[in-house]
């Protein structure tokens, strides 16, 4: 079956300051790999994904993840982080048509 | 708007009562799945429909449940005999119609069901 594991519920960082969120995956055969976010009370957002090629993937609001195979890890990265980043973070990896979800990161950014 | 929706977005109803939840997808999108996310948990899969087909579902997915796609658009889920143990946030995602399996899901706001 497939899964995905996110280390840490929180994730604290000030304004400026790099960001990193952690999710690493089980999986048979390859991976498909989705990160998405989720601010209070509203649904889920596709930040980005990883089918196939080069390791660093590139998404919107300025995001970016590395899958590293060796790892079994997909982490989420930003340069710069900002206040309004502050929101819920989820992991995903696709098996047949569904998506299983990590439990989720709590980022929080300080002015 | 374009995106998925849902309708209504929050419900709050005693023990034992049936609800009805609905989404929209995207109007081009023929694929359509319902999850359901916990206070504090990742959002778990419950059923995917494929036009008007429902191809699989979950063991989630209890007798209570059902969940149809009658003309491949909207489609509905009914809980019926609610329990306390239903209390949680229904999200409806959809995807488009190409032979990738590998889209990216787009999801609606959700439905929140409080079971009194």
């Known amino acids: 079956a497939q899964s995905v594991a996110q280390p840490e519920d929180q994730v604290n960082v000030a304004e400026g300051n790099p960001l990193t969120v952690k999710c690493t995956y089980s999986v048979s055969g390859n991976p498909y790999l989705f990160w998405y976010v989720q601010y209070p009370n509203r649904g889920l957002q596709f930040l980005l994904k990883y089918i196939t090629g080069d390791n660093l993937v590139k998404g919107s609001y300025g995001f970016e993840a590395e899958f590293n195979k060796s790892q079994t890890s997909f982490h989420l990265k930003k340069p710069s982080a900002l206040v309004s980043d502050s929101a819920l973070y989820f992991c995903?990896?696709?098996?047949?048509?569904?998506?299983?979800f990590g439990a989720g990161t709590t980022v929080t950014v300080r002015a | 708007d374009t995106g998925v929706s849902q309708d209504p977005r929050h419900k709050i109803t005693k023990r034992g009562q049936n609800v009805t939840f609905r989404c929209d997808p995207i109007s081009e999108h023929n694929r359509l799945y319902w999850y359901r996310q916990t206070l504090g948990q990742g959002p778990e899969f419950l059923t995917y429909?494929?036009?008007?087909?429902?191809?699989?579902k979950s063991r989630l997915l209890s007798d209570r449940f059902s969940a149809e796609r009658p003309k491949g658009s909207f489609s509905t889920l009914e809980i019926q005999r609610t329990e306390q143990g239903d209390s949680a946030m229904y999200l409806c995602?959809?995807?488009?119609?190409?032979?990738?399996?590998?889209?990216?899901?787009?999801f609606g706001p959700g439905t929140r069901l409080t079971v009194l």
């Open positions: 995903a990896v696709r098996g047949g048509w569904k998506l299983s």
């Open positions: 995602a959809s995807s488009p119609r190409t032979v990738s399996s590998y889209n990216e899901q787009f």
């Open positions: 429909f494929q036009n008007e087909a429902q191809l699989e």
